[in-house]
């Protein structure tokens, strides 16, 4: 398929004329020329709050910025995803993580079947196991209740859950305990279960293929750890191990029951995965219902991204918007700022979102792209990244938009630090979006020497996001309010969001050191780098100086 490429969009030209003349326009001047700029720029959509007035962008920056969403495709490919089309082209895959969360009786047909019966079919079996585990009638091994639950998987296998696990920790059942373990590193393995009873215990493994080499590492070091505490008797495999994959072969060999394995398919990519069976064990923790709640509000979110014409709609804005600062500001970072602890885990999730989904050299035809793609993403709960990046937000040489996500009430009783940590959100934003001038430095009585250094220069431009309450619903809605900036934006730079050939080289190489780390005789010189194989054999000198010790 040919692709137009970004700079030969019509609207492009006009967009980098436009810019050209409010690039220099303050927010100061942007507010005071507008009266109505705040209420204007608000929405309020499936639960949250988004507030765009903080951005560097006038009414006619919006309406270019959705002219060029109209010339690169955008409402016909959210069509084409929720019609089931196989828009991931390289992989020749539909992109169907919408019909994940759509309503028990909608019908959506794909190559002959109800994909959406099929879902809740594989629903309905996690909520009736995550039922008999949560009321104890799943029992382990020697007859014990389960009251620790272990994740093992790698990446959306495990990002999503965790997430979600951290963010709604308040609706869970707190008699069991929750870890989620995804490094090789042996440390995450190790660390995870030092306290926990074997015949206690109970093991999720996430994988598709049931091959994926970190995660199924892991998986066979837990199967040893739970034989060696419960005298070696292979049968406890079956009650304290379930699987969600496809593979029912490598899962009946590992000794999983088939009956306690739960599938996904082909058009979930992982990062997208968490509504589907990788999300087994934040059903466990928070239940069946509340996880339905969860994906209610994923729903609503995917309705308004189909139904919402795109000057008012929230994800293609959002995306617009970072289009916007990635092309004419430069700007090569994204912050998002989560000033809720338990959306702590927010910023790692949405980095595989964004990074792994358009972090991409090649367009959809192969051709090379001349322009930015995705930005960086990191972030941090404030206030801790109050006291450890935001100087440079606030003061340093890179042009960093970043995203506030706070909550009107508080999922604890503490209401003096909800107040606190409220006011600490809207005056970093504040302060970022208005600065500090020269001239209210002076006027503060500050010596002229450090004058240069107090002034603040504004004009950073943020997205306030607003929850009533972190509820499922709530999370679900914001959390599909990113995922479809993220296919937004993918639209309009042209390249497929959905494949991730970028992991792949490293995977085959790490195979192959693996091998020559842990060979008997030296490895044939040649098939490396010179610094590679220099560090190779430095790395397997220490391990024979520890006796090969793993």
């Known amino acids: 398929m040919h692709v137009v490429p970004l700079r030969q969009r019509p609207a492009f030209a006009a967009l980098t004329a436009h810019h050209a003349r409010v690039r220099d326009l303050s927010l100061r001047a942007l507010f005071a020329g507008d009266p109505a700029r705040a209420a204007r720029l608000a929405f309020d959509v499936a639960g949250l709050h988004v507030d765009f007035s903080k951005h560097r962008a006038t009414a006619e920056t919006v309406d270019l910025l959705v002219r060029l969403a109209h010339e690169s495709g955008v409402p016909a490919r959210i069509e084409a995803m929720f019609r089931g089309d196989r828009i991931n082209t390289t992989e020749g895959r539909s992109v169907l993580h ?52 272990v994740n093992v998987g790698i990446g959306g296998s495990d990002l999503g859950p965790a997430m979600a696990w951290e963010a709604l920790r308040p609706f869970t059942d707190r008699s069991v305990a929750f870890r989620f373990v995804s490094n090789v590193d042996g440390t995450d393995l190790v660390e995870a279960l030092r306290d926990l009873d074997p015949a206690e215990t109970l093991f999720v493994v996430v994988s598709k293929t049931f091959s994926t080499v970190e995660t199924m590492t892991n998986a066979a070091s837990a199967r040893a750890w739970l034989l060696a505490g419960l005298g070696g008797d292979a049968r406890a495999v079956a009650r304290h191990f379930v699987a969600v994959s496809t593979d029912l072969a490598r899962v009946r060999a590992f000794g999983i029951d ?39 509000g994923f729903h609503a979110m995917d309705e308004h991204l189909r139904t919402a014409p795109l000057e008012r709609n929230l994800p293609v804005l959002k995306a617009l918007l970072g289009v916007w600062y990635a092309q004419w500001f430069g700007a090569a970072a994204c912050a998002v700022l989560p000033y809720d602890q338990a959306l702590r885990r927010l910023p790692a999730y949405l980095q595989q979102l964004a990074m792994e989904s358009n972090g991409k050299r090649v367009r959809l035809d192969g051709t090379v792209v001349d322009h930015p793609t995705s930005p960086v993403w990191f972030g941090e709960p404030g206030t801790n990244g109050q006291h450890s990046f935001f100087q440079l937000l606030h003061q340093g040489t890179p042009f960093v938009p970043a995203d506030f996500v706070v909550c009107a009430h508080p999922s604890h009783g503490l209401r003096a630090h909800h107040d606190l940590l409220v006011a600490n959100a809207l005056a970093q934003a504040e302060a970022l979006a208005f600065g500090r001038t020269e001239a209210e430095v002076r006027a503060e009585g500050t010596p002229d020497a450090l004058v240069p250094h107090r002034v603040f220069p504004g004009d950073r431009p943020t997205t306030t996001i607003v929850l009533d309450r972190l509820t499922p619903a709530a999370l679900g809605a914001l959390v599909a309010l990113y995922e479809h900036q993220v296919l937004v934006e993918g639209v309009v730079w042209g390249v497929d969001s959905f494949d991730q050939w970028g992991v792949e080289l490293g995977k085959v190489l790490a195979t192959r050191l693996r091998d020559e780390l842990t060979a008997d005789g030296e490895p044939a010189r040649g098939r490396h780098d010179a610094s590679t194989e220099a560090l190779l054999r430095r790395l397997r000198a220490a391990r024979r100086a520890a006796g090969g010790a793993g």
């Open 98 to 149: 919408v019909a994940l969360r759509a309503p028990r009786g909608t019908r959506l047909v794909v190559d002959g079947e109800d994909v959406v019966e099929k879902v809740h079919a594989v629903l309905d079996r996690m909520a009736a196991f995550s039922e008999r585990v949560r009321s104890g009638a799943w029992t382990g091994h020697t007859g014990k209740r389960i009251r620790a639950v």
């Open 258 to 296: 088939p009956e306690a394995t739960f599938g996904f398919w082909d058009w979930v990519g992982g990062r997208y995965s968490m509504t589907s069976a990788v999300g087994l064990s934040t059903m466990l923790a928070v239940g069946p219902d509340r996880f339905r709640e969860l994906l209610d």
